[in-house]
């Protein structure tokens, strides 16, 4: 039971389904042989999981090939593989300066990257996209959506020229896998990289990956895998290439749940709740003194919103709203805050999920009013900073 309002969806979906739950308890108690490691029916069960999950998240990208679903640590994990597995041996990447350092880290460790601009509101022009690929890109990884401010990009547009200049696509669905539609069908992306715990309602610790051609991604761990264990070789099948070792079958039944619940609920409802509740919250933040607002909003957006109190650094400004969990600072996207304008204050961001109600919107914006008002009375000073003699 948490003691404050939970507004750090962007983080992880603290609050989850009961069947996640009851699901992740049974299966370690009961279920915990490992997959895919011999012919017991318990070994059976676990790896049937697995096969379970691979089709519902199949179902929830619309992808034909569940069996090319890996699943992974995390939404990191995954961006890794998919990141180093192409590049490793040359090529350029295209990305976006609205990126997470999921992103921008292992391409600033290869070395051969742009980190294409975005406007005041966190939006990217595919024209920009297009205008930054060179003759040796190999690559686009486009965040989906901002995991700072909750601006959504155009993936459709990235897709058509990632496709016209049959150049690979990566989408880090981290912040929308479960939140917004995805449909591959349409999209033909080559990497689809997702969080396990955030919109899939899944347990802490989970992620997965989408390759369209396993053949042409190079693994980069390697071990047993339960297959071919005969070669030093690691398979290329999927997704054994990418199941080096004993993976977390409980937490993947469990996040096999949480995607079911996710289908059964509908995206199209999910998102249409988190965007009110943001809506609600941004809106009543825009009539105040001494606050400032980042990113679109509305139907630009997922249900994230950024915001600073004027006079206080964004740590400061999550301490004063201690009964709310937010997240303050930079939020791992050094060049998104950039953009934004936050690049010496960070920004505090309040993300709202399925199970949050326009009462915790309200509460929030109503301690954010009192805030601010505390800081315009103490003349910028918080209750942190000791008065200049």
């Known amino acids: 039971m948490f003691t404050v309002i939970y507004l750090d969806n962007a983080a992880t979906s603290a609050q989850k389904p009961e069947i996640v739950y009851e699901t992740l308890s049974s299966f370690t108690r009961f279920h915990s042989a490992n997959a895919g490691r011999g012919t017991s029916k318990e070994s059976l069960f676990s790896l049937n ?14 992808i034909s090939k569940p069996q090319n679903i890996a699943f992974t640590q995390n939404a990191t ?16 990447a295209v990305t976006t300066v609205m990126d997470h350092n999921s992103v921008l880290r292992p391409l600033f460790r290869l070395g051969n990257f742009t980190a294409v601009p975005a406007d005041r509101y966190g939006f990217v022009s595919p024209y920009e996209l297009e205008r930054a690929i060179r003759p040796d890109t190999k690559m686009i990884i486009i965040s ?3 995991n700072v401010c909750g601006t959504v990009q155009n993936i459709k547009s990235a897709a058509k020229i990632a496709r016209l200049r049959k150049i690979k ?3 880090d669905a981290a912040q929308t896998a479960g939140i917004l539609t995805i449909d591959n069908s349409v999209l033909g992306a080559d990497f689809i990289a997702f969080s396990g715990h955030k919109g899939l309602m899944g347990p802490l610790g989970t992620g997965g990956l989408y390759v369209k051609e396993p053949d042409e991604l190079e693994p980069v761990i390697t ?9 030093l070789s690691q398979p290329r099948t999927m997704p054994d290439m990418l199941h080096s070792g004993t993976i ?5 039944a469990a996040l096999s749940e949480g995607i079911k ?3 059964k609920t509908g995206t199209e409802n999910i998102i249409a709740h988190e965007r009110e509740l943001a809506e609600l919250f941004r809106s009543e933040l825009l009539n105040m003194d001494g606050v400032t607002v980042y990113g679109s909003g509305g139907n630009g957006a997922i249900g994230t919103v950024a915001f600073n109190i004027d006079g206080a650094d964004s740590f400061d400004a999550c301490a ?3 009964g709310f969990a937010l997240r303050g600072g930079y939020h791992c996207a050094p060049l998104a805050h950039k953009a934004l304008g936050t690049e010496k204050t960070g920004a505090v961001r309040a993300s709202f999920g399925l199970f949050n109600t326009r009462a915790h919107a309200k509460a929030l914006a109503d301690a954010v009013f009192s805030a601010a008002a505390e800081l315009r009375a103490s003349n910028g000073r918080t209750f942190f900073q000791k008065p200049i003699d």
Do not use: C, R, W, Y
């Open 169 to 171: 696509l990566m989408i």
């Open 248 to 252: 977390n079958t409980p937490a993947i």
């Open 320 to 322: 004063m709203l201690s």
């Open 77 to 92: 994990h995954a961006l890794n593989a998919a990141i180093l597995g192409t590049l490793l041996k040359g090529g350029h």
């Open 261 to 263: 619940f996710i289908l």
């Open 144 to 146: 989906h959506a901002s």
């Open 49 to 62: 999981a697995v096969i379970n999950a691979q089709n519902a998240a199949a179902e929830l990208f619309n």
């Open 223 to 231: 071990g047993g895998t339960g297959s071919d264990s005969e070669a």
